[in-house]
């Protein structure tokens, strides 16, 4: 069965950082593309950072230079860094495993975590 | 960038009712887009994939059309565990993604 369980969520000053942790298991995390969507209090979703299987990692705008997805192969764990933390970075913070539609490209998110929540806050 | 617009934003529905919701890209997305549905303090779970496509063990009153700019999901015939909020996603500019606003779906 997959699943897919995130930790490293709380309180964290403006400025701060943090370490968030996704724990997956029925499959193999290197060998898939994953990523982080966060939701705001309230908002709706919003697409955070992808890893591929090879490596290559992209960030939206919103975070990039700021936030660092990474995985441990051996951990089969995903994490996302994030520094300099603001307020508008709270939010409940999932991860996703990505797939594609045989044959396309359209890309959506199969298995997600329960989330943990980022709180940004003095 | 690519916007995602929903419409509407909430709607009050019966149980038994057909319930339909829009979803219109800014351009063209090809069929590169997906549908969730998201329930109070809950992970979103992924109902249709590659616009009308079902996702394994979803129920069949759960179907998804259109393509290019304007999407539709549609229940055909509303159960009382359907009550939440539903959103779409497109996949044309990955490795980026773009959900909508989200679509309340509630109880008259």
């Known amino acids: 069965e997959v699943q897919l369980v995130e930790s490293g969520g709380g309180l964290v000053q403006p400025g701060g950082s943090l370490r968030l942790s996704c724990a997956a298991s029925g499959f193999t995390v290197s060998s898939n593309y994953m990523s982080w969507v966060r939701q705001a209090p309230g908002k709706g979703l919003e697409w955070v950072s992808v890893i591929y299987s090879g490596g290559s990692t992209y960030y939206a705008d919103s975070v990039k230079g700021r936030f660092t997805i990474s995985r441990h192969n051996s951990k089969n764990t995903l994490y996302l860094q994030m520094n300099s933390l603001r307020a508008e970075d709270t939010a409940v913070y999932y991860c996703a495993r990505v797939l594609a539609a045989a044959g396309t490209a359209s890309y959506y998110f199969d298995y997600w975590g329960q989330g943990t929540l980022v709180t940004v806050s003095s | ?108």
């Open chain 2, 1 to 108: 960038d690519i916007q995602m617009t929903q419409s509407p934003s909430s709607v009050s529905a019966s149980v038994g009712d057909r319930v339909t919701i829009t979803c219109r890209a800014s351009q063209g997305i090809s069929s590169w887009l997906a549908w969730y549905q998201q329930k109070p303090g809950k992970a979103p779970k992924l109902l249709i994939y590659a616009a009308s496509s079902l996702q394994s063990g979803v129920p069949s009153r759960f179907s998804g059309s259109g393509s290019g700019t304007d999407f539709t999901l549609t229940i055909s015939s509303l159960q009382p565990e359907d009550f939440a909020t539903y959103y779409c996603q497109q996949a044309n500019s990955f490795p980026s993604f773009t959900f909508g606003p989200g679509t309340k779906v509630d109880i008259k």
